[in-house]
Nanobody
């Protein structure tokens, strides 16, 4: 079992930045691909980006160039750096772990955090 806990969410003005963290316990993350998803009210959960075992990253078009995912396997933590935030980035952000490979579809993930709220004001 892997337990994931997100932190770092909050209220920020448009154009600002936030860094989310996802701390894992139970097992090392070194064998898991990690991803961030988000869900706005009334909308489906959406893939934001993922990071593979080797550290390669992929992003949704809507965040490409603004968001950066990184991982520190020694700290068993994954990060989401969000810059140039827009009101449409407002959502609950979730981190997720999947054995071995990144996927863009949420049902393929094995473990989820409880989510952290990000609100971007205009």
């Amino acid at each position: 079992q892997v337990q994931l806990v997100e932190s770092g969410g909050g209220l920020v003005q448009a154009g600002g930045s936030l860094r989310l963290s996802c701390a894992a316990s139970g097992r090392t993350l070194s064998s898991y691909a990690m991803a961030w998803f988000r869900q706005a009210p009334g909308k489906e959960r959406q893939f934001v980006g993922g990071i593979s075992l080797s550290g390669s990253t992929s992003y949704a078009d809507s965040v490409e160039g603004r968001f950066t995912i990184s991982r520190d396997n020694d700290k068993n933590t994954v990060y989401l750096q969000m810059n140039s935030l827009k009101p449409e980035d407002t959502a609950v952000y979730y981190c997720a772990a999947r054995w071995r490979a990144v996927a863009t579809i949420s049902p393929y993930y094995d473990y989820w955090g409880q989510g952290t709220q990000v609100t971007v004001s205009s």
